[in-house]
């Protein structure tokens, strides 16, 4: 667990100081509202776990989000809530998983960083329940504007899924997001 987090604690970090400083700093940039959806397939393991042996399982995400330009710039909010089938035994639900994301703005396509945790998230695994705050997450992708108001975006992740009662875990992924974006008029 303490190799994870110096991994993972650092880079969260500086993505969430660069995107507080890019929003702080573009009060009359563009800002664009929208949704997202999130579909992944993961591998997991509990962490501790002497086995290399890495189950699989399914993701699907859905939620709004805020993005404001900052030169060639754009740094993101995104709030989603989640379901994951760990096993055919093992589920959870992310009631509120939050997410800073800065991409590139290259054309049509934007290379991004990521860095969330999930809020709340309660499971079951094999019966044994659980809630947990604050399961860390980092990410990188590659998005593809399909029109003005689309990306399309393939990425790969990393999670400590932290479980506060029960065996926690360790998760890495893939995931496709599709994201739907317009211009948000400022109020008059």
Do not use: C
């Given at each position: 667990?303490?190799?994870?987090?110096?991994?993972?604690?650092?880079?969260?970090?500086?993505?969430?100081?660069?995107?507080?400083n890019?929003v702080?700093?573009?009060?009359?940039?563009?800002?664009?509202?929208?949704a997202?959806?999130?579909?992944?397939?993961?591998?997991?393991?509990r962490?501790n776990?002497?086995s290399p042996a890495?189950?699989?399982?399914?993701?699907?995400?859905?939620?709004p989000?805020?993005?404001v330009?900052?030169?060639?710039?754009?740094?993101?909010?995104?709030?989603?809530?989640?379901?994951?089938?760990?096993?055919?035994?093992s589920?959870?639900?992310a009631v509120s998983?939050?997410?800073?994301?800065?991409?590139a703005?290259?054309?049509v396509?934007?290379?991004?960083?990521r860095?969330?945790?999930?809020?709340?998230?309660?499971d079951?695994f094999?019966?044994?329940?659980?809630?947990?705050?604050?399961?860390p997450?980092v990410?990188?992708?590659l998005g593809?504007?399909?029109?003005?108001?689309?990306r399309?975006?393939?990425?790969?992740?990393?999670?400590?899924?932290?479980?506060?009662?029960?065996?926690?875990?360790?998760?890495?992924?893939?995931?496709?997001?599709?994201?739907?974006?317009?211009?948000m008029?400022?109020?008059?």
């Amino acid at each position: 667990m303490e190799k994870v987090a110096r991994r993972l604690i650092p880079l969260g970090v500086m993505i969430v100081l660069a995107a507080v400083n890019g929003v702080a700093r573009a009060q009359s940039q563009p800002t664009w509202g929208g949704a997202q959806v999130t579909a992944s397939s993961f591998a997991w393991r509990r962490a501790n776990d002497p086995s290399p042996a890495w189950r699989h399982g399914v993701e699907l995400a859905w939620g709004p989000t805020l993005a404001v330009d900052q030169g060639p710039l754009r740094f993101s909010g995104v709030l989603q809530i989640g379901v994951r089938a760990f096993d055919a035994s093992s589920w959870a639900i992310a009631v509120s998983t939050h997410a800073f994301e800065v991409a590139a703005r290259l054309g049509v396509l934007e290379p991004q960083i990521r860095a969330g945790f999930a809020l709340l998230t309660l499971d079951d695994f094999d019966g044994d329940v659980s809630a947990e705050l604050f399961s860390p997450r980092v990410g990188v992708g590659l998005g593809v504007r399909a029109g003005r108001r689309v990306r399309i975006t393939v990425g790969a992740y990393a999670e400590y899924f932290w479980r506060w009662f029960g065996p926690s875990a360790l998760v890495r992924g893939l995931s496709l997001d599709v994201r739907y974006e317009k211009p948000m008029r400022p109020r008059q």
